[in-house]
């Protein structure tokens, strides 16, 4: 799967902006604030509708305009889907070959993109939060099954909340309950078949990383008593209604998949409070091979790789390791040149660009 045309107007700092690509690997290099991010949100949001700099899309637009326009035609599996998104301050629309599309899910459906950011780094060490989000903005790309069970579940869990803090009403409480049982029981049963099946696989990669033939486990940290057998669903409804009482006096609903964790075991040592800088690195790196593969395997082709700023904080064997195991298009930024960089990715020059955009017409463009 590959980007082969992208536009921009009135994004971020790019105020307009059209490029060609191939399925090949990429360079931005370039000093800081000069949007290379930029360009790596503008690819991302336009192939899934979402941004992973922010969740107000408003905030895209560039300062002082009314409205931003990302535009990228897509080819997977040889045929080429037009994407175009639309935000202004009050709306926003976003069209798939050029048909309306309500939602997200519907917009983005098929598309594989896999991100890197330094922030990832912070996977092994940071709040459980970070771990969560890895897990599921996977599994909410490649599962729409699990997209809508996560979207519905974060949809009542609020509702839930705003009854335990304003509302005595226990049988409406009682139905936000059932309801959220039934999406957790989805959310938590997709989790644990997921890491079931990438455990060997990130482990197998930490050692071809790091290479000191230790042990690296994978464990899911829920935070309620999980049951294996179908009756997950209702015993996880049992355990929030015990909590009732004590939720309510929090005001928040204090277990479920929201809460849980995962915890990486070097050796049987937990990683987080026992790993040196270098292995916890090889752990995340471990982690990214993995997500390329699955997302390769799920969709029959490879996804477009976007790695934000991350090869400054690699070594030059992980530099090369995490290069060696990209397969289609990957577009790469940096602040610095460096060796490994220069000899397998192509520059995209952001300057020139610009300029040559300047040259296009309104009617280019909308
Ligand atoms: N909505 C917006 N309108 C205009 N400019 C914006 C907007 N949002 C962010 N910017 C500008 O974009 C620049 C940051 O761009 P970006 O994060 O892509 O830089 P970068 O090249 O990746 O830098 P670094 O190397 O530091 O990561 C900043 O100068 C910021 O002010």
């Known amino acids: 799967m590959f980007v082969s045309e992208l536009n921009m107007v009135s994004f971020r700092n790019h105020r307009r902006l059209f490029v060609d690509l191939e399925p090949k690997m990429y360079r931005i290099i370039g000093p800081n604030g000069t949007g290379k991010t930029n360009f790596l949100e503008a690819i991302y949001l336009a192939m899934t509708g979402r941004s992973f700099k922010t969740a107000s899309l408003k905030e895209v637009i560039a300062f002082g305009e009314e409205s931003a326009f990302v535009a990228a035609t897509v080819v ?32 983005g459906r098929g598309m594989g993109v896999v991100l890197f950011e330094p922030g990832h780094l912070q996977m092994v060490q940071g709040a459980p939060s970070r771990r969560r989000a890895f897990i599921d903005d996977m599994l909410r790309m490649l599962s729409p099954a699990y997209d ?64 000191e033939g230790e042990g690296l486990e ?23 209604k015990q909590r009732r009482e004590t939720d309510r006096e929090r005001g ?11 915890s990486f075991l070097l050796n049987g040592e937990e990683a987080k409070k026992f790993a040196s800088t270098g292995q916890i690195r090889s752990i995340v790196l471990a982690m990214k091979c993995m997500e390329i593969d699955r997302v390769s395997e799920q969709l029959g082709e490879a996804p477009v790789v976007l790695l934000d700023d991350v090869m400054s904080e690699l ?48 009617e280019d463009l909308w």
């Open 315 to 362: 070594d030059e064997k992980r530099r090369r390791m995490l290069l060696s195991m990209i397969r289609g298009q990957c577009i790469i930024t940096a602040a610095e040149p460096m060796e490994a960089l220069e000899e397998a990715a192509e520059a995209i020059d952001l300057i020139e660009l610009k300029k040559s955009a300047d040259d296009l017409r309104e």
């Open 76 to 107: 997977m599996d040889d045929f080429a889907r037009d994407m175009e998104i639309t935000v202004k301050k009050d709306k926003r629309r976003f069209l798939r070959d050029h048909n309306p599309v309500k939602n997200t899910s519907a917009y």
């Open 148 to 211: 809508e069970a996560y979207t519905s579940y974060y949809h009542v869990l609020y509702q839930r909340n705003v009854v335990l803090r304003k509302l005595r009403d226990m049988d409406l409480l009682d139905v936000y309950d059932r309801s959220l049982a039934n999406y957790a029981a989805v959310i938590l049963r997709e989790r644990l078949k997921f890491l079931k099946r990438m455990a060997a696989s990130v482990s197998t990669y930490y050692e071809a990383i790091a290479g």
């Open 218 to 240: 994978l464990r899911y940290k829920a935070s309620f008593p999980v049951v294996l057998d179908g009756e997950l669903e209702t015993a996880f409804y049992e355990s929030l």
């Open 252 to 262: 928040r609903t204090s277990i479920g998949p929201h809460l849980d964790d995962l």
